[in-house]
């Protein structure tokens, strides 16, 4: 069965530092990726996309991604983290063409002064 | 730019009643996704609709219902409304055609449904 999988609930890390969100997918093809982001009772925000092309994707706020076809990730990076990044971050993987998309449980993060 | 438009924004029903959401997708795009997001979880696929056809079906109990209509505005039905469908329901539409496909998406800001 496909399925997206975020292996860390909850992570924190202290204001400056680096971060970096894990991402699993499980699909019988290459699916298209995505990484949102969710404040507390907020919309979805889309922060970067992989279709094809160049593996490393640089998408909003600072953050970028990197598709590892041989370990089906599609981890999320930012070299220095804000307090305003503390919010709940979601993988999305879609595959054929309906369009539907099967998210990741999320990573709550906490950004520590 | 135009975004998806979802109404209303907050909805309080009682249990046993109907709620109607509405979303209005973005000018031109053809498909409709509708997605619900329980409290602590992640979003979850229920339906989708492609040129007012129903495309896709996921995880949508048999009290919902959705169509699209001519304008290619969506809206979800649900009856006999339960405590457990307290969630915050998201709208998204893509445009098929362009260069993305069904996958360039851009969600709306959700209805919260809060069943008491």
């Known amino acids: 069965a496909q399925s997206v999988t975020q292996p860390d609930i909850h992570i924190t890390v202290s204001e400056g530092a680096s971060l970096e969100l894990r991402c699993n997918y499980s699909?019988?093809?290459?699916?298209?990726l995505f990484w949102y982001v969710q404040s507390p009772g907020q919309g979805l925000q889309l922060l970067l996309k992989?279709?094809?092309?160049?593996?490393l994707v640089q998408g909003i706020k600072g953050f970028e991604a990197e598709f590892k076809r041989s370990q089906s990730s599609f981890n999320l990076r930012k070299p220095s983290v804000h307090w305003s990044d503390a919010a709940e971050y979601f993988c999305?993987?879609?595959?054929?063409?309906?369009?539907?998309?099967?998210f990741g449980k999320g990573t709550k993060l906490s950004v520590k002064p | 730019a135009a975004g998806v438009i979802q109404s209303p924004r907050h909805l309080i029903k009682e249990k046993r009643e109907t709620a109607t959401l509405k979303c209005y997708p973005i000018p031109r795009h053809d498909t409709v996704y509708w997605y619900q997001q329980g409290p602590g979880q992640d979003p979850q696929f229920l339906i989708s609709?492609?040129?007012?056809?129903?495309?896709d079906k996921g995880s949508i109990p048999d009290r919902f219902s959705a169509q699209q209509f001519s304008d290619y505005h969506s809206e979800l039905n649900m009856s006999s409304l339960e405590l457990g469908d307290s969630a915050l329901y998201f709208c998204a539409s893509s445009a098929r055609s362009s260069g993305q496909g069904a996958y360039g998406y851009t969600f709306g800001s959700g209805t919260r449904l809060t069943v008491v």
């Open positions: 699909y019988g093809a290459t699916p298209y």
């Open positions: 999305a993987a879609g595959a054929g063409s309906q369009g539907n998309l099967i």
């Open positions: 609709f492609y040129e007012k056809m129903q495309s």
């Open positions: 992989y279709f094809s092309g160049d593996t």
